[in-house]
């Protein structure tokens, strides 16, 4: 199995420690008195794997010594938002079960629909490291949550790509991440069902999606030494990272983020969207937000999924324009004539370049910042000549000194236009091309964060962005966990039951509150990758018929 290197995150965070049960696991936790008699009753394998306490140390492997997941952990590092919620939400248990019978309705893959219903109240403190709760990691919250307001129906669609359960289903690795710092890897469930109540039962603050395995990922361990257990398909993934733009945003740093900096997550969008489309010839693209300071995309077209490591290698490589860290000095060195990516990338871009950039970030007003800039052009005397008209104007705009740069070299004689439009053209490409997270593309087995679910720290729900109104989207509004269940609270219409029986007409609850669009726009992308998935199925069929399936 490919296995990657820690991520600084997790080395800076220790506490975040990685589980993954097993049946010695599972004993030793048994002998620690994790799982009552009540528990042992009504629990399948499914469960018995996957204790809901915090496991003795001998259980736990090290983060290093399991493929890895990126964590955003260094969200936790810091302050976390308080989801401030002024009245408690006053809704029973069994108003919560209506609802979720209600997101149900027309779930025909539920046959153990009855066993989810357990009335168990899943431990609110699964361990001494647990932070106090905020709106993300709040239980209470987090029960609700999931029991009324996370889309089961169409999140098992999109990754079962059939009505039935599939192996792209069965066999897909789940990780739970719970308060507390306790990680189960390696999860897999046969049915939504199941898996629904193992979240009901944990309540994770984070759930992260893995690839598709040849076999069970709980057996995996069975498979020791043999190539019979192996990723064979997953989404093909982007990550970006505001963070990564810490040397171009000035607004501000590290885990803060405003809707001026986020526009670079835009830019990065634009243009990685159309690549994929226009490029590579994918049609269903979800970007989703990653609940504080990034974007997520996930590719789920059937051919992506089943792409290799050595081609997401390659995607990976074509999409690396942007090289280095901050302080490798000129970081794109692209060659020409332009690769015709490029060329319309910096059409996309050179727009944003000089509002989102120039403008709103004035990234070269101080004259240390402007120093950099210099370091990026053509010709000594051109470098001397803006140089000293700068030190004339302190304070002088990032506009004005990008216009003085062509005003400048007239002046100055003697320099290459060639030579100066190529170097403005990589200095847009640096400030603007999107900048990605390169292992969450290029392998398989990289987690990644599942959309739909609450960012501890900031309480927002991981919603699909529209990627056809992209200046509408400001991630500072998006629902967050708290909001989303004063909606339903205060929404005493909700739990009023109905009494035609009609699901459809009744509706759910998340219907009723701000997360409506997403889930909307979440359902009618699923309903898209289906109808190809059901296409492919019809034509493999016919082909069989014709030709027996040899040439397929
Ligand atoms: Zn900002």
């Known amino acids: 199995m490919p296995h990657s290197e820690t991520t600084p995150e997790q080395q800076e965070a220790p506490s975040r420690t990685q589980l993954t049960p097993t049946m010695e696991d599972t004993t030793l936790n048994l002998g620690n008195g994790g799982l009552t008699d009540e528990d042992l009753l009504m629990a399948d394998v499914d469960e018995v794997e996957s204790p809901p306490v915090v496991a003795p140390a001998a259980a736990v492997e090290q983060p290093s010594s399991s493929p890895a997941s990126k964590p955003e952990s260094a969200d936790e590092d810091d302050a976390p938002v308080e989801i401030k919620q002024e009245t408690k939400p006053e809704i029973k248990l069994e108003d919560l079960f209506e609802g979720m019978d209600s997101d149900d309705s027309d779930d025909e893959f539920s046959n153990n629909k009855k066993d989810v219903v357990t009335g168990q109240i899943p431990p609110s403190s699964p361990g001494p490291a647990a932070a106090p709760p905020t709106g993300g990691s709040n239980p209470d919250l987090l029960r609700v949550f999931y029991q009324l307001l996370f889309p089961w129906r169409y999140y ?108 670079f997550i835009t830019m990065a969008i634009k243009v990685l969207d159309r690549a994929l489309r226009e490029d590579f010839g994918y049609e269903h693209i979800m970007w989703v937000y ?53 060329a319309r990338s910096l059409e996309i871009l050179k727009e944003h370049f000089l509002t989102d950039v120039l403008e709103a970030q004035d990234p070269w007003r101080e004259e240390d910042r402007a120093e950099k800039l210099l370091a990026l052009l053509p010709d000594i005397k051109l470098r001397q000549a803006l140089k000293e008209k700068w030190e004339f104007n302190p304070g002088r705009s990032s506009t004005a000194k990008w216009g003085d740069i062509d005003s400048v070299a007239k002046t100055v004689g003697g320099v290459n236009t060639k030579d100066l439009l190529e170097a403005k053209q990589d200095i847009v490409l640096e400030y603007t091309y999107p900048r990605l997270d390169i292992l969450v593309t290029e392998q398989k087995t990289h987690l990644l964060k599942s959309p739909f679910v609450v960012h501890p720290g900031t309480g927002r729900v991981c919603v699909p962005i529209d990627t056809s109104d992209l200046e509408g989207f400001d991630p500072l509004d998006v629902p967050t966990i708290g909001g989303l269940v004063n909606e339903i609270d205060s929404d005493s219409s909700s739990l009023v039951k109905k009494e035609d029986g009609d699901e459809d007409k009744k509706g759910a609850e998340w219907e009723r509150t701000s997360i409506k669009p997403y889930i909307d726009q979440f359902r009618g992308f699923v309903h898209g990758l289906l109808r190809e998935e059901r296409e492919f199925v019809r034509v493999k069929r016919e082909r069989e018929e014709e030709g027996g399936g040899l040439d397929f």
Request: proline content about 6%.
């Open 290 to 342: 990653s609940g504080r300071r990034g974007a997520h995309a996930w590719v789920c077209d059937r051919k992506a999924r089943g792409l290799d490591d050595h081609k997401r290698k390659a995607l990976g490589n074509y999409f690396s324009v942007v090289k280095g860290g901050e302080k490798t000095g000129k970081r794109v060195n692209v060659r020409r004539p332009l690769h015709p990516h490029l």
């Open 156 to 263: 098992f669609q999109w990754l079962n790509h059939s009505p039935q359960p599939t192996p792209d289903f069965k066999f897909r690795e789940f990780s739970l991440w719970l308060a507390g710092g306790v990680v189960f890897r390696f999860q897999s469930y046969s049915t939504l069902d199941l898996l629904r109540k193992d979240v009901f039962k944990h309540l994770p603050e984070r759930i992260e999606i893995g690839p598709i395995y040849t076999a069970n990922p709980r057996d995996r361990k069975t498979f020791r030494n043999s190539s019979a257990f192996r990723p064979i398909a997953k989404e093909l993934c982007f990550d970006i990272d505001l963070t990564d733009y810490d040397d171009v945003r000035t607004c501000c740093d590290k885990a803060n983020i405003c809707i001026k900096c986020w526009q």
